[in-house]
T-cell receptor, first 115, second 118 residues
Framework: DSGVTQTPKHLITATGQRVTLRCSPR?????VYWYQQSLDQGLQFLIQ???????AKGNILERFSAQQFPDLHSELNLSSLELGDSALYFC??????????????FGPGTRLLVL | AQKVTQAQTEISVVEKEDVTLDCVYE???????LFWYKQPPSGELVFLIR??????QNEISGRYSWNFQKSTSSFNFTITASQVVDSAVYFC???????????????FGQGTILTVHP
């Protein structure tokens, strides 16, 4: 158990809908990262937050957004869902500002299925 | 740009065999960090090891060992006397400075599926 929690574990929804994935980092960690794992794209970095501020952006679609709250939990919002958004979404956390080299500990993931 | 290549898509071995998972990386930075993660059938990603670019010493942890060679840009992972519980997908990942813009972004390889048969 990494100490990172993600809810829900599974999510089934329809195209065009909007969902929110939630992540709580390990106690004391200030940085949160979101990754998407799909069969065709593999594991892709989406976005990173440090202490409430966005730090880095990866291949995140405009239909996707995220934020980190004052209590350091983070939410990833996915809207206008398409079939291709079906994937496993991971949250990870690290202890400090999230610079290169910090070990990221991953949550169990949220498996999203868009029908 | 950062890139990680795990050329072996799938490896199948019999229990007690040794197995090496290959990882080759590309980066323009002189300071970078390499990681290995394990993804068992249950799906979570488990951290195994972190290595920085200035430390080329090989590392051993129980049945696991890692061979880092900057000259060939490789960071290979060996499991000695494999066990059925080692069956998983293994990912190699790279984190570099990328001009200060990447922060902690991890670039992952495509993963190697390891199956250990009893």
């Amino acid at each position: 158990d990494s100490g990172v929690t993600q809810t829900p574990k599974h999510l089934i929804t329809a195209t065009g809908q909007r969902v929110t994935l939630r992540c709580s980092p390990r106690s004391g960690d200030l940085s949160v990262y979101w990754y998407q794992q799909s069969l065709d794209q593999g594991l892709q970095f989406l976005i990173q937050y440090y202490n409430g501020e966005e730090r880095a952006k990866g291949n995140i679609l405009e239909r996707f957004s995220a934020q980190q709250f004052p209590d350091l939990h983070s939410e990833l919002n996915l809207s206008s869902l398409e079939l291709g958004d079906s994937a496993l979404y991971f949250c990870a956390s690290s202890v400090a500002s999230g610079r290169a080299g910090e070990t990221q500990y991953f949550g169990p993931g949220t498996r999203l299925l868009v029908l | 740009a950062q890139k990680v290549t795990q050329a072996q898509t799938e490896i199948s071995v019999v229990e007690k065999e040794d197995v090496t998972l290959d990882c080759v990386y590309e980066t323009r930075d002189t300071t970078y960090y390499l990681f290995w993660y394990k993804q068992p059938p249950s799906g979570e990603l488990v951290f195994l090891i972190r290595r920085n670019s200035f430390d080329e010493q090989n590392e051993i942890s129980g049945r696991y060992s890692w061979n880092f060679q900057k000259s060939t840009s490789s960071f290979n992972f060996t499991i000695t006397a494999s066990q059925v519980v080692d069956s998983a997908v293994y990912f190699c990942a790279l984190s570099d400075l990328a001009g200060g813009t990447s922060y902690g972004k991890l670039t992952f390889g495509q993963g190697t599926i390891l199956t250990v048969h009893p």
